[in-house]
Every structure is written in C-alpha cells, then in structure tokens.
C-alpha cells in the first residue's frame, strides 16, 4: 500500500486553501465507494453518511471562507466511528439486530468534541455484536475483510474502524476497547491504536458492553496522529461520572522522538507459551532494535497476568448480562410479539441477539447468581486487584511495559467463530491494560513472511499516555530506518 | 390460640428534590405521560447516570434525622430484574453499602423502634393497566417516574401490633416532612410501606415464618393490612397448618391481603456494584452541613411549643403533627407580636372550623395570615372589643382580607369601658326590671345574668363585660 497521508497533513493542506473540506469529505466517500462497496469489498463500513457528511464538510468550507482562525484542530478532517457509538438522527447498530432500526436521539460526547473540533463523521464502522468478539464474524451484518488479505479477518471488535484506516478510506477513525477491541484489530491490520486510560474519555452515547472496562480511542497512522485525536475527545464529562477530572495534556509536545534512557520493561515469562513463532521473531527483533537505540530492557515478572483471561470474562460478562438487559423490546429496537410478556421477551431476546452474545449473557447472569457470586464475580475482581498491583509494581522501575499485541497474525474467516474459547485466548496480551485501566498502545512491529502484520503494545502508567505515545512515536522512527 | 406478632417495616419515601437522582428530568407530579424523559431515565444504548447531589443532602439529612451512622462511603449496586417500567432492566439501589445504617425512631407510646438501614435508589416507571380503550390486550407506560429519587429505611423487627406500626409510619411521615426531605403526599405514591409479618406463640419464641405486604400507602391500610393478615397467619397455624414465605398485595375495596408471589418464584436480583458510578463519599464536612442545615424535628419542638410558650402538650402536638402547618403559622403569629397561648386558642379553634367549613387541613387554605390573626388577638387581649365581637370581625377578616383594627374602626366595634357611659347604661337597666333586682336580693344569682345581659344589649354589644359586671355588683350592692 502506498504511504497513508496523515490527519495533520490532511487538516493542514486544508487549513492552506490547498483544498477544501468537502474535496477531503468527497475523496473519502470515492475511496469508501471504491474499496468498501466493490472492488475487495472490505465492508468497513455498517453505514456511510454520505450526506450528513457533505452538510458538514460544506458547512466548515463557509464558515472558514469567512474567518479561517475558527478552524478547528480537526478541521475538516473525515473521521470514521465504531457503529456502537451513538450520533443524533443515525442509525446506530451496534453490529445486532437488535437494534436494526434503531435512531439515536441524542450525541454521543465524543461526537460532539470531534465536531466541535470540526472533523466530519464520515460513517459508522462494522463491529462485532455489541464489541463481542475479536474477528467482526459476530457482526450480525457480515464481518469486515482485512485489507492486507481479505481472505482473512481484520481483527474485533473494531475491525471496521481498523479497516478503514488501514485502506486508507480515512486517517483517523474511533473505536472501543474492552478487551483489546482497538489495539487487536490495529495490529492485524498493520496501523496504530490506543486504550486510553479508564476514565480519560467520556463514555457517554458508547453502547456499553463492560463498563467498567470499555474505552473509546483513536485508530490512526501514527502516534502523532492518535495523540491529537485523543487530545479532541479526553477530558472530564459531566454526563459520565466515571470520567476524570484531569487536565488533558498536549501530548505530543511531550515527543522525544527517541527511547534513550527509556526503561521497557519485557514480561517474558507471558511470553514462552502460545505465540506465534514469527510474532515472537518480530517481538524481539523490535526489543533488539530499541536496545540499540538506547533503550534498557529490563525484564519483569506480571504474576496474575496468567489469570487476566479467566478475570476478564467474569467480569465483562457480569456487567454486559446487565448492560444488555434494556434490549427487551419494550421501548425502542427489535420487537418480536409473543403471547404474554415472558414470551415477548424470550422471542425478542431470542431472535435479536446472535449466538455469542447469548453466550456471554448467559455466563454473565451465572457469576452474578445467589450461590456463586463469591466464587466467581467476586473472585475475578480480587484477581483484578492483583493485576492492578502487578502493574503498579512494575511501574516502580519501569516507564513503559512491551508485549506483542495478539499472539498470532490475522487469521481466516472462519479459522476459530466454533470455538470461542480459543477465539477468548487471543485475547491473552490485551485484556490485562483493560483489567489495570491502564493505557496501551499498538503499533506495527513486522510482518510475517507472508507479509501479514504484526504489531506489539506498549502499556503506560495510569494518565501517562503521554509516555507510550512517545515511545510509539520513537518506535516508528526506528522502524523507518530498519 | 393466642399469638404475637412481629413486625418490620420497610419505607419508601421519594425525595424532595427538583430534579431526578441520575438525569437533569423534572419530578413533578401529573405532567403528561413520558414529556419528563430523556437518553438517561429511558434508558437508551450509551446513556450513563451522574448522582444528583442534592438526592444525597436529602438522604444524608433523614439519615441524620434518624440517628444512623451515615457512612463516608456507600455503593450504588445494579439490582437486576426484568419489568417492563423498568428501562434498563436493572434499578441502581445501594445493597452491601448502604448510605446509613443503625438508626432509632420513638413512637408516641416511648417505644424505641430500630433503623436497620437507609440507602438510595431510583423508582420504576408506572405501567398503566387500565384506563385506555384498549386496556383489555395492552399495557401502557409512562417513565416519568422513571429515576426519581428515593429513600427505603427499613427497620429492625420491632414493631409488635398493628397499631404501633401504623404510628410508626405516621411518625416516620411527620419527621420526613419536617426536615424536608418528603412532601408526605401520600396519595401521590410519594411514601410508601412494606410490611413483614410473623407470628410466635408468645414473646421468648423464635420468629415464625414471615410474609411481606407490598405498598401500603396509607396509615389505615397499613393498620388493616396487618390486621388481616395477623388474623389470616393466625388461623392457618390454628389450624396446623404452616405459612409460606411469600409476597401479598393488601386491596383497599376489600380490606384483604393476597398472594402475589411465593419464595419459589422470588427474583434472583444479582446484585453487583454498579460501574458507571464511583462509590459514593461523604465527607464529615457534608455531613455538618445537612446536620446545621436540620431543621427542628417535631418531638423538639413541641416540647419548645410547651416550654417556651407555655402551652398544653395536646395543644403543642395539636400544631406539630395534627395540623400541616399549623406550628409554623404560629411561629409566625408569634412573630408578629400575637401572645402563643390566643393564637393557639383561634387556631384550634375558628380558624380549623374554617378550613373544615372549607373542606381542607392545611393552614396554607387559611385566608387569615399570621400576622393578621396577631393583630386580632390584640384587640381582644386589650379589651378593645370583646370575644363575642372578635368572632364577628374574624369572618369578617376571612371573607374580605382586611386587616382587624380596620374592620373594628370602621364598624365602630370597639368596645366601651368607659365607666360613666356604662354606669348610666347600667343605671337604666336597674330602674327597668324592678323585678329581677328583687329577685336577686332574694338570693337568686341567674338574676345577676340577666341583668347583665340586659345592660349589653343597651350598649349593643359593645361594652366591655368586665366593667359591666363590677358596675353592676357595685350597684346593688348600694341599693
């Protein structure tokens, strides 16, 4: 693929006269139009907003021929959003049935920053059902297709989101990250892509899954690029309590644009089981490369990492077997008639929701029972505290922690959607950031001989993403050279 | 075979906040269904709760109220159920933390009835199964109710007779009140009661098996509820038979309690911690402030009302719990120069005939204000015109809205003591029933009212009958 152009070249030839919103807002949907719709038909978009998008890119045009120091830090800019999060008068699916139909009536927060910011939403992007899943193939709607290889998946939840960016339909695109549904899909499609930390973006008009482990976040092409965008939608909410009242950094100005004296710590442990070979290879060639530029590797030890998995779907299936509750037919979505209202219920939940939500609800609702809540909800929130301690330790003596991103590269459609359990493993490097709300970022470190990306995390203390994002940012600088 | 009973109660009591506990919605009662909604109390995909801080003063102010612990961190907890006035499908209530624990509340016998707890949470929606042309195949639902903000204080087992739980309902609604915390508008739904009920062969027995009464809303009914349900426990067990733990619904029209549901189909409510709500921390400094801000609560004051304005403890309650505002117009009245003790007098007395007259309780329907009825009682205390002519003039008052002193000015009210204007009258009066003055040097003293009744109506009323009275004796005793 031809080098993507960057969301600051983008706004900045804008912001120049070079060309306008709506020449960028029209290049996106002729890109979309070509890649997503025919050609490989990658389907990274569940909707293109094509109007709404065009009145808003003309609507920038106007108002910057009339005083052009409005511009925003975005302006102009197309930006693609993950379907499970919400814009006024859309269509917002959430990749299920369930909500086919269904028309938010309100903005989600980040719609009104990016906006404000004066980026234009340019569609919403296909995701597995309501952010369950690491493939797409759960998306009630057909599954995206990577565009390194669209035989294979591009990764999930946020495949879409990951897909757009990596074809270059768009720059910038946002989706969420529970478990790694943002840094997994960016690493299976070869572009960048940050967890921010829990509480630093408001999750208001986010169609929750795990809410106390859900974040929005940027995709992107570089670091640079994710850092601005994160800079547009962070910062306190009124309408999300569990949002920080923190002062939003300018984190790029925080750019070294080297790891001299940076301290990576490497959990190798984690590492000597269940990686992929070539994953592994690229993962050290890359710590290989960072020693050195000046870099000290000091390996550490993440004792309660080995139960992440086991504590994440505990706890992200309690909270989703409530969170999905509302979906009952009663006030908006799906409804299928049944004789009493128990009937109702059971054909509207039976028929709107797909085969791995009901699983994960079903295995909610069990943890949550009388008789067996202290032996798993509970427990999995104490492992969580561990985890929390591992990291907090491990940031005693390091900056930053590296770890491949997925243990393998994209698979094939169909490789693993039978057998969830080692679909939940792939999740083994990126639930841990999720369970600590700690930030992580994924950027590419490699691909495999068959050319299908690789990519590794680094992960930052609680509010320093301005720490990885340096790193991320130093890394590509490396990669360049290599 | 003889029983005792014992009885908790468990009360809802919505507070008395402008807005809703998790959204920016209204609270008032009766607007038109669903037009006090939005994303958050509709529960829409991506919405999320922000505490109403103002919920927490309130809740903090009744956990005060009622001697509790409030506790400087308490968590909201998802109480999972499907219902369809419930949007989310889950209520956030407090459970393993709540706000306050370990309260007491007196009733009117000095009997002490433990708090258990107090904590917070959001009420339901109304689904409305009648009323509408087609309520036969549908339900409808308004969510305006949807998140307003309430209270539940449940209490220890205390209560033994259905009496006593009646006056602790009715205590617990004059404290609320006071303190602002609830509008004690029970027929709103705005206080609501649950009941738990058992039966034991006498007072050292363990506790028998208990059924729970849903959302009693009044005092009667709760009183009647139990009742039944004591009598119903106690001839299921005279009978040898066993009482099922279960849910019953208490029907107004029959006075009668019935099944709703058993233990067997009790909801699994899988409480867990709520996670778009940090827990929530109350710092001693908030707590200070609500316990400053407190108003009086009622047993204070009326033995202030008995204390500082001398007047009876039946009076003094009279005010504080019988007559909804009745202590504050005093308070006023008093205020405003009135001596305690008349205005207590014209409250108990013209003033509550009025309002009955007028089909109301509340001395907001009083058409006198306190200032007014001061002015009045002045006029009375003066002498200046009699009780007699006050009532005339209080009417007066009520229907017009002019002041006392005006109505007795222009109406030439005011009373005459002036002792030669009297003594004349009084003079006539003696020469003109020769009869009655015989009578009463006979011994006769009905003689002596006559006269004086006499001597008045010469004067039309408006002498002063004191003066009337010690002219006259003066006068026969002369003769």
């Known amino acids: 693929m031809a080098a993507r152009e960057t969301t600051i070249a983008l706004r900045d030839s804008i912001a120049r006269g070079e060309r306008t919103a709506t020449d960028a807002c029209n290049a996106a949907l002729a890109t979309i139009d070509a890649l997503d719709a025919s050609g490989p038909a990658l389907h990274a978009f569940q909707l293109v907003l094509a109007d709404r998008a065009r009145a808003k890119a003309a609507a920038l045009d106007h108002a910057f021929a009339k005083d052009a120091t409005l511009a925003g830090p975005l302006h102009g800019v197309p930006i693609a959003l993950k379907d499970n999060i919400v814009v006024s008068g859309t269509i917002a699916t959430a990749g299920s049935k369930m909500l086919e139909h269904f028309v938010s009536p309100y903005d989600a927060t980040v719609v009104e920053r990016l906006e404000a910011a004066g980026a234009v939403i340019i569609g919403k992007t296909t995701c597995d059902e309501f952010a369950m899943g690491s493939s797409t ?55 960048t892509g940050l967890k921010p930390t829990y509480g630093r973006v408001s999750r208001y008009g986010l169609i929750a899954y795990g809410s106390s482990l859900d974040q929005i976040g940027p995709f992107a092409g570089n670091a640079r690029d994710a850092a601005l965008v994160l800079e547009v939608i962070a910062g306190h909410d009124p309408h999300d309590s569990t949002s920080a009242r923190r002062p939003v950094p300018s984190f790029a100005a925080a750019f070294t644009g080297s790891v001299a004296d940076m301290r990576i710590g490497v959990p190798s442990r984690l590492l000597e089981q269940g990686v992929d070979p070539e994953v592994l290879s690229a993962f050290r060639d890359a710590i290989a490369s960072l020693t050195t530029q000046g870099a000290t590797i000091v390996d550490i030890e993440l004792p309660h990492s080995r139960h992440a998995i086991s504590a994440y779907y505990l706890i992200a299936t309690a909270e989703a077997s409530a969170n999905l509750a509302r979906f009952d037919g009663v006030r908006f979505g799906a409804r299928v008639s049944g004789g009493s209202l128990t009937e109702m219920y059971d054909a509207t939940r039976g028929r709107g929701f797909g085969a791995e939500v009901k699983r994960r609800i079903m295995l909610g609702t069990y943890v949550l029972s009388a008789g067996y809540y202290d032996a798993y909800y509970l427990k999995a929130q104490q492992v969580r505290t561990l985890i929390q301690r591992d990291f907090t330790a491990a940031f005693a003596t390091v ?72 790193a991320a940012d130093a890394w590509e600088r490396i990669a360049a050279r290599a | 075979m003889p029983y005792v009973p014992v009885i908790g109660l468990e009360i809802h009591a919505q507070l008395k906040t402008a807005t809703k506990i998790f959204c920016g919605c209204k609270t008032d009662f009766g607007a038109a269904a669903n037009t006090q909604t939005c994303p958050v109390c509709l529960g829409l995909p991506g919405a999320l709760p922000v505490l109403n801080r103002h919920a927490v003063d309130l809740a903090i102010r009744a956990g005060l109220a009622l001697e509790c612990t409030v506790h400087e961190t308490s968590i909201f907890a998802r109480k999972n159920y499907f219902y369809p006035d419930s949007p989310k499908g889950y209520q956030i209530s407090q459970y393993e933390r709540p706000l306050a624990t370990g309260g007491r509340l007196q009733l009117s016998s000095g009997a002490v009835i433990g708090i258990t707890r107090i904590h917070m949470e959001e009420d339901a929606g109304k689904s409305l199964h009648h009323g509408f042309a087609d309520s036969d195949r549908h339900t409808r639902i308004d969510l305006n109710r949807s998140g307003t903000p309430l209270i539940e204080i449940v209490s220890e087992p205390d209560v033994r007779s259905a009496a006593d739980a009646a006056d602790y309902f009715s205590r617990m609604r004059d404290i609320l009140v006071a303190i602002g915390v609830n509008d004690g508008n029970m027929e709103e739904g705005s206080l609501r009661c649950d009941a738990n009920v058992s039966l034991r062969p006498n007072a050292d027995a363990p506790f028998g098996t208990r059924t729970e009464i849903k959302n009693v809303n009044s005092f009667k009914y709760l009183e009647q509820a139990i009742e039944f349900e004591m009598a119903r426990q ?67 004051r009326t ?17 504080v719990y019988v007559i909804p505002g009745g202590a504050d117009y005093l308070e006023l009245a008093v205020n405003a120069g009135g001596s305690a003790k008349a205005n207590t007098n014209w409250i108990l007395g013209e003033v509550r005939r009025k309002l009955k007259d007028a089909g109301r309780e509340d001395m907001s329907a009083c058409a006198v204000t306190p200032g007014a009825l001061a002015e009045l009682t002045h006029l009375t205390e003066r002498d200046v015109i009699s009780s007699t002519v006050a009532k005339d003039v209080f009417e007066k008052m009520w229907a017009t809205g002019r002041g006392a002193k005006a109505i007795v000015e222009a109406e030439g009210l005011a009373q005459v003591g002036d002792t030669d204007a009297l003594g004349a009258a009084v003079a006539e009066v ?50």
């Open chain 2, 430 to 479: 003696l020469a003109a029933n020769p009869d009655a003055v015989t009578q009463y040097r006979a011994g006769k003293t009905n003689a002596f009212g006559f006269l004086v009744g006499q001597a008045m109506k010469s004067m039309k009323g408006k002498a002063n009958p004191k003066v009337i009275n010690e002219l006259l004796k003066a006068a026969l005793d002369r003769l």
């Open chain 2, 234 to 300: 106690a001839e299921v067990l005279d009978a040898g038979g066993t009482i099922h733990q279960e849910t019953r619904l208490f029907d107004n029209a029959t006075g009668r309690t019935e099944s709703m549901r058993t233990k067997e189909d009790a909801h699994d409510y899988r409480y867990f911690p709520e996670p778009d709500l940090r827990p929530l921390v109350v710092s001693a400094a908030w707590i200070e402030t609500e316990r400053q801000a407190m108003p009086e609560l009622p047993e204070a």
């Open chain 1, 137 to 191: 193939e759960n998306s009630a709607y057909g599954p995206s297709k990577n565009p390194v290889d669209p035989s294979r998946i591009p990764g999930g939840s946020s495949g879409g989101s990951a897909v757009a960016v990596a074809a270059g339909m768009t720059t910038v695109a946002l989706g969420s990250d529970t478990g790694g549904s943002i840094r997994q899909p960016a690493a299976m499609c070869g572009i």
């Open chain 1, 399 to 470: 900056d930053t922690v590296l770890m491949p991103t997925s243990p393998v590269p994209a698979f094939r459609f169909g490789e693993r959607v039978d057998d969830p359990l080692q679909m939940y493993l792939a999740d083994v490097f990126t639930v841990s950031a999720n369970l600590a709300g700690i930030p992580a970022i994924s950027v590419p470190c490699g691909t495999t001989t068959t050319g299908l990306p690789i990519g590794m995390q680094f992960l930052g203390r609680a509010w320093d993403e301005a720490t990885i994002l340096c």
């Open chain 2, 303 to 319: 033995a202030r009302f008995v204390a500082a304005f001398g007047l009876s403890e039946y009076d003094a309650k009279q005010l």
